[in-house]
């Protein structure tokens, strides 16, 4: 199942810096998209999401943009902190199909001090 | 914060044998969900469950899989005749209602299944 991908299996970056998380998908039917966080032996933890009918939303240092044409997502962490080196997976859905996300690869990011 | 747990977090059992998960969501939510995610591969979905009954379900689900909220605060997952393949770690997850930008799903730290 590729309707989700992150094409980049590991981003390095120094702290106070930007990091950018990308993510493109293939089905124009996803009604909206999430960030999560996963640090070893634990579970994904929710970060940000966006509905299809926005381009962009913002969280404190996270902000999310979509561009649908391009069928490609970002993930904006300014300023990166080592605290914030972990594994990033993007995810997406449908409305009415049950909770059912679609899941990238996901990106490991480390923020070097 | 209000958080999923999930019990045991590594389970070891023999191929065939039947194993059970457990899983407590979040007090107040009304949507519940297993996901798993096999060595070095994606997150996958398995099932969704809502009002005592599955709402949606992938192919991976099959008859050997079950789930179930036999009281007012655990959801199980039952896998009947473990298989090798079915070796993963397991994550539950809950969501207040139905999964949308505003209703994240909420996941607990898994359970690793080894199957030997």
């Known amino acids: 199942d590729q309707q989700v991908k992150q094409n980049s299996p590991s981003l390095s970056v120094q702290e106070g810096r930007i990091s950018i998380l990308n993510c493109d998908y293939t089905n124009s039917m996803f009604d909206y998209f999430l960030w999560y966080k996963k640090y070893p032996a634990e579970g994904p933890t929710f970060l940000i999401s966006i509905s299809s009918i926005k381009d962009k939303n913002e969280d404190g240092r996270f902000t999310v943009f979509l561009n649908k044409s391009a069928k490609h997502l970002s993930l904006h962490i300014v300023p990166s902190q080592p605290g914030d080196s972990a594994v990033y997976f993007c995810?997406?859905?449908?409305?009415?199909?049950?909770?059912?996300?679609?899941f990238g690869q996901g990106t490991e990011l480390s923020v070097k001090p | 914060e209000p958080e999923v747990t999930q019990t045991p977090s590594h389970q070891v059992t023999q191929m065939g044998q039947e194993v059970i998960l457990r899983c407590v969501p979040i007090?107040?939510?009304?949507?519940f969900y297993w996901y798993r995610q096999i060595l070095g591969q994606k997150v996958e979905f398995l099932v969704s469950?809502?009002?005592?009954?599955?709402?949606?379900k992938s192919e991976i689900f099959d008859d050997q899989f079950s789930v179930e909220r036999p009281d007012g605060s655990n959801f199980t997952l039952k896998i009947r005749s473990t298989k090798l393949e079915d070796s993963a770690m397991y994550f539950c997850a809950s969501s207040e209602w139905g999964a949308n930008y505003n209703s994240p799903l909420h996941f607990g730290n898994g359970t690793r299944l080894t199957v030997t």
């Open positions: 995810a997406a859905s449908v409305d009415n199909q049950g909770g059912k996300l679609i």
């Open positions: 007090s107040n939510h009304l949507y």
């Open positions: 469950f809502y009002n005592n009954e599955i709402s949606e």
